[in-house]
Antibody, heavy 124, light 107 residues
Framework: EVQLVESGGGLVQPGRSLKLSCAASGFTYSNYVMAWVRQAPTKGLEWVASISTGGGNTYYRDSVKGRFTISRDNAKNTLYLQIDSLRSEDTATYYC?????????????????WGPGTMVTVSS | DIQMTQSPASLSASLGETVSIECLASEGISNDLAWYQQKSGKSPQLLIYAASRLQDGVPSRFSGSGSGTRYSLKISGMQPEDEADYFCQQSYKYPLTFGSGTKLEIK
């Protein structure tokens, strides 16, 4: 059974840093692209970052470039998100998501499993 | 960035009713579209990928269709457990983008 469990969230002052973790199990972690998606309170879903299977390729939304760093440890089956210079607009539940691909006419990507999320609140 | 315009923002349906939710992409996304269901206080769950392929374990009353820039999710016969928020998402180009969501309630 696929399991993704996030940790590391909490109440943090603006400008401080936080590192989120996502422990993965139930699948061959090193074979899958992984991502972070966040959801501000009562708002919609917002993709944050993705990382390739080996970790050599990373992708970020513009609003977090330079402040967020996605990484992975395939030996520990763990995904990370380092968040620096936190802002109030970063307040959200952060979900770890496993990506998969269907090879049709094109490769079609989607998130087939999500963790329960970890809440990050940025406030003084 | 590809904008995903989702409609309606909310709707209510009677049990057994068929409902449709639409997503309009700001440019063609070649069917690289997924639909997710999110129940209150829970994480999203995949329903449909590649615009029309049903994820394993998802009831067959859910279906997806569309092409180019227009996509839709249909629920054929509303059930109590279908009360949730629904989101579309494109993976055609980075940054990956989601629709703003549709809140579906039972009438």
């Amino acid at each position: 059974e696929v399991q993704l469990v996030e940790s590391g969230g909490g109440l943090v002052q603006p400008g401080r840093s936080l590192k989120l973790s996502c422990a993965a199990s139930g699948f061959t972690y090193s074979n899958y692209v992984m991502a972070w998606v966040r959801q501000a309170p009562t708002k919609g879903l917002e993709w944050v970052a993705s990382i390739s299977t080996g970790g050599g390729n990373t992708y970020y939304r513009d609003s977090v470039k330079g402040r967020f760093t996605i990484s992975r440890d395939n030996a520990k089956n763990t995904l990370y998100l380092q968040i620096d210079s936190l802002r109030s607009e970063d307040t959200a539940t952060y979900y770890c998501a496993k990506a998969d691909v269907y090879y049709g006419l094109l490769p079609y990507w989607y998130f087939d499993f999500w963790g329960p999320g970890t809440m990050v609140t940025v406030s003084s | 960035d590809i904008q995903m315009t989702q409609s309606p923002a909310s709707l209510s349906a009677s049990l057994g009713e068929t409902v449709s939710i639409e997503c309009l992409a700001s440019e063609g996304i070649s069917n690289d579209l997924a639909w997710y269901q999110q129940k209150s206080g829970k994480s999203p769950q995949l329903l449909i990928y590649a615009a029309s392929r049903l994820q394993d374990g998802v009831p067959s009353r859910f279906s997806g269709s569309g092409s180019g820039t227009r996509y839709s999710l249909k629920i054929s016969g509303m059930q109590p457990e279908d009360e949730a928020d629904y989101f579309c998402q494109q993976s055609y180009k980075y940054p990956l983008t989601f629709g703003s969501g549709t809140k579906l309630e039972i009438k």
